[in-house]
Nanobody, 129 residues
Framework: QAQLVESGGGLVQAGGSLRLSCAAS????????MAWFRQGPGNERESVAI????????YCGDSVKGRFTVSRDTAHNTVYLQMNSLKPEDTAVYYC??????????????????????WGQGTQVTVSS
């Protein structure tokens, strides 16, 4: 399994921005599809964004489309989540995750979590109104 370490969370006012980072080690990073999830208070963990090993991206849920951008830097084995125009409902612990198998492309935001087995410890994002 990959080792994943998230950072970049914090407290921000509504309308502000944060960039989350996920540093990966333990495998050839560029071969693996990565995903961001979040879990808000009292909520189940939900997918937020996916970046395929091939470069394609998916955004899960209308609430993040147009505000969040997922990217990856293969030279530094890091995946990012740029979050703009933050809202109080974005408050959650954000996790990154890596696919179990290399060269796996994800084309839908549903039914893929079972293929992701590496998780970071999460980073807290709190958006105040």
């Amino acid at each position: 399994q990959a080792q994943l370490v998230e950072s970049g969370g914090g407290l921000v006012q509504a309308g502000g921005s944060l960039r989350l980072s996920c540093a990966a080690s333990g495998r050839t990073f560029s071969w693996y599809t990565m995903a961001w999830f979040r879990q808000g208070p009292g909520n189940e963990r939900e997918s937020v964004a996916i970046i395929n090993w091939s470069g394609g991206t998916l955004y899960c849920g209308d609430s993040v489309k147009g505000r969040f951008t997922v990217s990856r830097d293969t030279a530094h084995n890091t995946v990012y989540l740029q979050m703009n125009s933050l809202k109080p409902e974005d408050t959650a612990v954000y996790y990154c995750s890596a696919a179990n198998a290399p060269f796996l492309d994800v084309s839908t935001c549903t039914d893929f979590r079972g293929r992701f087995g590496s998780w970071g410890q999460g980073t807290q994002v709190t958006v105040s109104s």
